[in-house]
Nanobody, 122 residues
Framework: QVQLVESGGGLVQPGGSLRLSCAAS????????MGWYRQAPGKERELVAV???????NYADSVKGRFTISRDNAKNTVYLEMNTLKPEDTAVYYC????????????????WGTGTLVTVSS
């Protein structure tokens, strides 16, 4: 079993900052990709930012220059630093990991956290 546990969401004023964390635990051999997605009310889930083990990153155009994704491979943890937050950033933010649970098995798992709510409002 593999679990992703997010933390760091909350209420923040426009222009403010928040830092989200997501720690993976359980049977993990390697994690290829870790990232963040979000789903606003009435909208589909969308990619926010992802990062690979090698350090490659990809961001949604709407967050480029404001959000930074980082990763601690030793701790199986991914972070999302969010600056200059806007009301349109309000959403439930979900952590995602694509990983191999066992060294002898080439099967990959696509694992999701339960989400953390970020509300940007004055």
């Amino acid at each position: 079993q593999v679990q992703l546990v997010e933390s760091g969401g909350g209420l923040v004023q426009p222009g403010g900052s928040l830092r989200l964390s997501c720690a993976a635990s359980g049977s993990i051999f390697s994690i290829d990709v870790m990232g963040w997605y979000r789903q606003a009310p009435g909208k589909e889930r969308e990619l926010v930012a992802v990062t690979t083990t090698g350090g490659t990153t990809n961001y949604a155009d709407s967050v480029k220059g404001r959000f930074t994704i980082s990763r601690d491979n030793a701790k199986n943890t991914v972070y999302l630093e969010m600056n200059t937050l806007k009301p349109e950033d309000t959403a439930v933010y979900y952590c995602n990991a694509v990983l191999r649970p066992r060294s002898w098995d080439s099967t990959y798992l696509d694992v999701w956290g339960t989400g953390t709510l970020v509300t940007v409002s004055s």
